[in-house]
Nanobody, 120 residues
Framework: QVHVVESGGGLVQAGGSLRLSCAAS????????MGWYRQAPGNRRELVAT???????NYADSVKGRFTISRDNAKNTMYLQMNSLKSEDTAVYYC??????????????WGQGTLVTVSS
């Protein structure tokens, strides 16, 4: 089995910063794409940012210029640096990873989420 666990959420004032981490563990041969998603109360889960195994990134328009996604392949860990936070960034943030457990078997794994609350 493979797992991903998020950490780093919390309460922050508008304009502040937080750094989220997502650590993968278990039977991992390699990790392909990873991503951060978020879900605010009453809303659908939405893409925040993704990163490939080679470091190519993609961001939602709403976070471009404020959030930075990165990963450390040696540690099987992904990060999300969030700056200039706004109240509308308040949500549960989820980690998603496409993990190869053996060379030709890929599984999609979701974390339990970490709550980010931005007070105005």
């Amino acid at each position: 089995q493979v797992h991903v666990v998020e950490s780093g959420g919390g309460l922050v004032q508008a304009g502040g910063s937080l750094r989220l981490s997502c650590a993968a563990s278990g039977r991992i041969f390699s990790i392909a794409a990873m991503g951060w998603y978020r879900q605010a109360p009453g809303n659908r889960r939405e893409l925040v940012a993704t990163i490939t195994s080679t470091g190519s990134t993609n961001y939602a328009d709403s976070v471009k210029g404020r959030f930075t996604i990165s990963r450390d392949n040696a540690k099987n860990t992904m990060y999300l640096q969030m700056n200039s936070l706004k109240s509308e960034d308040t949500a549960v943030y989820y980690c998603n990873a496409q993990i190869f457990t053996i060379p030709n078997i890929r599984v999609e794994v979701w974390g339990q989420g970490t709550l980010v609350t931005v007070s105005s």
